[in-house]
């Protein structure tokens, strides 16, 4: 095999003369746009997920499955995990309210308050065109693996903090999203896979306003 | 005499000038030159006693993204870390896992000097069953809630000591932010090494191999991506401030300096011809700065940033007495003796006048003027000396043979004479109308006149200010006692007309740092409990393991403890435990100081309206001051019209009296005090008119150019007296005096217009064009005036 990597690196090199730099973007564009092309015309979705925390506090990662619904038109979310569900975020309008059923509490928190982006990126949908992508990432890379393309992406802005990158993964097939990871500074990950992807699924108005009943407000 | 090449003295003083120049230190630090008892100058010199690092550097990075500032801030720190000899530490904002291995001494001093009654709250949490439920509830938390930052921080705090809740009240809420909000703009702080930080000369050589290393680093990182190219990197901080002032203050000085010396040369050139009196001329000069700036070291030790202009002033005022007396040595063809015996007393009692009214600044509030004044009336002291006794014998001999050359002549073309009596009320009542139409004259209400202009470091400050959420009009504020438990009654005191000046809505935000000065009461309140909480370490850490936390994930629980320990055993020693560990001295040092046997605490406030004193005086007394650039501004302007009304009004009484003494006559009194009445509406009509303005600084150049006024009316008056009213020969005579001196005098000023301090420059302005006007109007018009009012009466001369 050694005798065989100077001729590798001679065609590495020759590849990269044909891969200049402008080339390559517009290559990783093309991927992203057509990505975003399978969000156009959607009002609603609703995504069964499976979420693995790995994390470097933890002595072992933590999985759990969840589901997600996101209604575009009215810029709403519900997000839930556990079956019965354990922990709920809703954002009707323009709070937050989380809810933690074991213990009967809750908390409204404004926007922009301890939340990171690694959330954020669900709870404020997906990006839906070029421009807005472009706005909130930049492509570090787009790499093939098994069936799908690794769209990696550093975000921007502010939500960038603590955010080393991001990486959308596309189906290759028709470039629909099959999961989302996002890399932490601080060296812990959160992985989360669509186990399944229902688009515009009806999303009625009483599943962002669910009953605080017997609930307490609290700062959780 | 002639026997020495003039060229060679010329060389040697020109040498021992620029020794002299070389020598001269000045002081940096602006503070210095203002009214000590103004609470905003307290602030600012109380501000840079206790929690200013001379040593400090400020490096700021602008970007289009975040990631672009991130890279580039980090390989900045990269990049200075590997430079021990230039930089002893570098401090960024810490990464959370930084935050756990380095917050938890922070955090476990800020529990142990907090209320008791809080400590116990937490304490509450640790003993056992309830450490168990809380590390339970916590991985619960970690493991199904929405995961964001709460959820980061719980898995390396399960117990919960960064919650401090109540216990940092204010501070919590304006976090000391390294980064912007959206990440665009970061700094790091750079920790000098290997230099006397406190000597800006020092300083600036520092600086200089900083940014050499600075843009090799630079010039690689650029060339590494394209991307790189629009991130703006800014120096900011005590030791760039420093050099960057002292640098331009010895810049001013030698170019007003060179500046002078050439455009003084050039005029003597045009009005003699000769080139050999004028080496000696420049040669006494040059000698008079030498002996002016020993003494003045002497005297004063480093200057401050306004004497940087007393050079330039002093040349252009001393060449006058040499040109006295080369010209006196045309006429009389005398000896020395004979030369000072003629022209000796108007020189000295020219000089003693001159002086006088340089002295007079000694009664304005500005320490930094009275020092500018002094040393120009000593200057001018020295040079008449100078010129009396070393260049009269030289004007002598190059004039013993010389036929006195007719030279310029000073006509008035008959357009003064028509003129000067319509100028006569023109002036006055355009003035008048343009003072009632367009504006009244005053003075700026900004702290811009102290300021060094297109300062690079002062741009980097001020991007900073506006970047970092919370800084932007936030006034540090010093509260100070003798004793701990005086500066806590202190700050209690401070506190509490904080609260009065926000419900009278003249502040809008304010931060006290109460829970990070060390409170030795409450420390000994919680030394027991503390104690018995550390003996349960091992437990509580075996509990964190238990629920499934890593090594990571208990280190920050494990640091707390560890810091416990130690202000256990620091309370053995001494009265108040201090926090331990980088960040916690860093955060500390940062609001709390212990020099001088002086105990400070730094807060800030919001006012309202910055520039209303108002709040000023409802926050401050002798112990809480305010570092307010804003309201030091206002409050000069208030000072300086009170030192105008003090010092300008009784001057300008005196020398009234004086004038009718001097004159014994009610028309020559009227023409004197007109001219200076209508040399005033000109100053005034141009500060209108044009770009000129008055500020706290160059108003201090009034009584200046209310003496320069009156010298060459005196001069103008009494040649006029002398001759009998002929205009043309007194033109031709003094007249050709008074243009050499006007105009050397307005280039010693004039050559100020270049520094670096927008107020000495805008002095020099100022006074440049004021005894331009005031020489143009007693050799041109005064005249044509002082005949009208002697019209059909016999001249005081020929009575």
């Known amino acids: 095999m050694a005798h065989l990597l100077p001729l590798r690196l001679v065609s590495l090199a020759l590849l990269s003369l044909f891969l200049s730099p402008s080339a390559f973007a517009a290559d990783n564009l093309d991927i992203v746009k057509r990505w975003l092309a399978t969000n156009s015309g959607i009002k609603s979705l609703q995504i069964d997920f499976t979420q693995t925390r790995t994390m470097r506090s933890l002595k072992v990662p933590i999985r759990q499955t969840g589901t997600l619904w996101l209604d575009h038109a009215n810029s709403r979310f519900r997000w839930q995990v556990g079956d019965p569900p354990q922990t709920i975020v809703v954002k009707p309008h323009r709070d937050l309210i989380i809810i933690r059923t074991p213990m009967k509490k809750y908390e409204k928190r404004s926007p922009g308050t301890g939340d990171t982006p690694a959330m954020a990126a669900l709870a404020k949908g997906f990006p839906r065109t070029l421009e807005e992508f472009q706005r909130k990432y930049r492509v570090l890379q787009v790499e093939p693996r098994d069936n799908t393309h690794r769209i990696v992406a550093a975000p921007l802005g502010a939500d960038a903090r603590g955010v080393q990158t991001f990486t959308y993964v596309v189906e290759s097939r028709n470039f629909r999203l099959v999961g989302i990871e996002i890399d932490l500074k601080d060296g812990s990950s959160v992985e989360t896979v669509f186990n399944k992807v229902v688009p515009n699924a009806p999303v009625p108005l009483s599943l962002f306003q669910p009953s605080l009943e017997g609930y307490r407000e609290t700062t959780f | ?799």
Request: glycine share 8%; hydrophobic share 50%.
């Open chain 2, 1 to 799: 005499m002639t026997r020495i090449h003039p060229i060679i003295i010329m060389a040697i003083v020109c040498s021992l000038a620029a020794f002299s120049l070389m020598r001269v230190k000045f002081s940096a630090s602006l503070y210095e030159m203002l009214p000590e008892d103004l609470p905003e100058v307290q602030g600012m010199d109380r501000l840079n006693r206790y929690f200013s690092r001379d040593g400090q550097l400020i490096v700021t990075v602008k970007a289009e993204e975040s990631f672009l500032a991130e890279e580039a801030i980090e390989s900045l720190a990269d990049h200075f870390r590997n430079e021990p000899e230039l930089v002893a530490e570098v401090f960024q904002e810490l990464s959370i896992s930084e935050l756990v291995t380095e917050g938890g001494g922070l955090l476990s001093w800020l529990w142990f000097n907090g209320p008791p009654d809080d400590l116990e709250k937490l304490l509450s949490k640790l003993r056992a069953p309830q450490s168990g439920e809380k590390i339970g509830e916590a991985m619960a938390s970690i493991q199904s809630a929405f995961f964001d930052q709460d959820v980061i921080v719980t898995s390396y705090d399960p117990l919960g000591f960064s919650d401090l809740g109540t216990l940092l009240g204010d501070e919590a809420s304006n976090p000391d932010s390294m980064i912007s909000a959206d990440g665009t703009f970061q700094i790091i702080y750079l920790e000098g090494a290997g230099v006397d930080f406190s000597d800006y000369r020092e300083a600036a050589v520092w600086l200089k191999k900083l940014k050499t290393s600075f843009r090799a680093w630079e010039e690689e990182w650029k060339k590494s991506s394209s991307d790189h190219k629009n991130v703006i990197i800014g120096l900011t901080g005590t030791p760039a401030f420093m050099a960057e002032v002292g640098a331009e203050m010895e810049r001013d000085m030698t170019v007003s300096v060179i500046m002078t010396m050439v455009l003084i040369s050039l005029l003597f050139w045009v009005m003699h011809r000769r080139t050999r009196p004028l080496s000696w001329l420049i040669s006494a000069v040059l000698l008079t700065l030498v002996i002016t700036l020993t003494f003045g070291g002497f005297l004063f030790g480093d200057l401050s940033i306004m004497s940087a202009g007393f050079a330039a002033i002093l040349m252009g005022l001393a060449v006058d007495y040499g040109i006295v007396l080369y010209r006196e040595a045309m006429d009389t063809k005398g000896d020395a003796k004979a030369l000072r015996r003629s022209v000796g007393p108007g020189i000295i009692w020219a000089a003693a006048t001159t002086a006088v009214v340089f002295l007079s600044l000694n009664f304005s509030s500005l320490p930094g003027l009275s020092e500018m004044g002094n040393l120009v009336a000593i200057g001018i002291a020295v040079g008449a000396l100078v010129m009396l006794y070393l260049f009269a014998p030289v004007a002598v001999e190059f004039n013993k043979d010389v036929i006195k050359p007719r030279g310029l002549q000073l006509e008035g073309m008959g357009v003064t004479r028509r003129l000067a009596g319509a100028l006569a009320i023109i002036i006055p009542l355009f003035t008048i109308g343009s003072m009632l139409l367009k504006e009244m004259p005053g003075l700026e209400a900004n702290f811009h006149p102290f300021r060094i202009r297109e300062s690079p470091s002062m741009i980097a400050w001020q991007t900073l200010q506006h970047e970092l959420a919370g800084r932007e009009n936030s006034i540090p504020t010093v509260i100070t006692g003798k004793t701990l438990p005086e500066l806590n009654a202190n700050i209690e005191a401070a506190s509490a007309r904080i609260k009065a000046a926000y419900d009278e809505e003249l502040l809008t935000d304010s931060v006290l740092p109460t829970s990070f000065i060390p409170a030795p009461e409450n420390q000994a309140a919680n030394h027991i409990a503390i104690k018995a909480i550390v003996n349960e370490e091992a437990r509580i850490l075996s509990e964190i393991s238990a629920a499934g936390f890593s090594e990571d994930g208990a280190k920050l629980t494990e640091t707390v403890f560890a810091s416990w320990r130690h202000h256990l055993e620091q309370l053995n020693s001494n009265t108040f435990a201090k926090p331990e560990g980088k960040l916690a001295e860093w955060s500390v040092n940062r609001l709390f100081s212990e020099k001088e046997g002086v105990f400070a605490a730094l807060g800030t406030v919001k006012p309202a309206r910055p520039e209303d004193r108002t709040w000023v005086k409802a926050i401050c007394d002798d112990n809480t001051v305010v570092a307010s650039l804003s309201s030091l501004g206002t409050a000069l302007n208030e000072r300086i019209k009170g030192d105008l009304v003090r010092v300008f009004l009784p001057m300008m009484a005196m020398l009234s009296i004086m004038l009718a003494i001097v004159f014994r006559s009610w028309r020559d009194l009227v023409a004197g005090l007109f001219c200076l009445l209508f040399s005033g509406c000109l100053i005034v009509l141009l500060t209108i008119w044009t770009p000129m303005s008055w500020n706290s600084f160059n108003v201090c150049g009034l009584p200046l150019l209310f003496g320069t006024g009156l010298d060459f009316s005196i001069h103008m008056i009494f040649a006029l007296r002398r001759n009998g009213g002929n205009v043309t020969e007194a033109r031709h005579g003094i007249g050709k005096a008074l243009v050499f001196c006007g105009t050397s005098s307005a280039i010693g000023f004039g050559s100020l217009a270049t520094a670096s301090a927008h107020g000495l420059a805008s002095l020099g302005i100022v006074c440049a064009v004021g005894v331009l006007v005031n020489m143009i109007v007693a050799v041109w018009l005064l005249p044509r005036w002082w005949v009208w009012l002697h019209a059909g009466k016999a001249h005081p001369a020929t009575t």
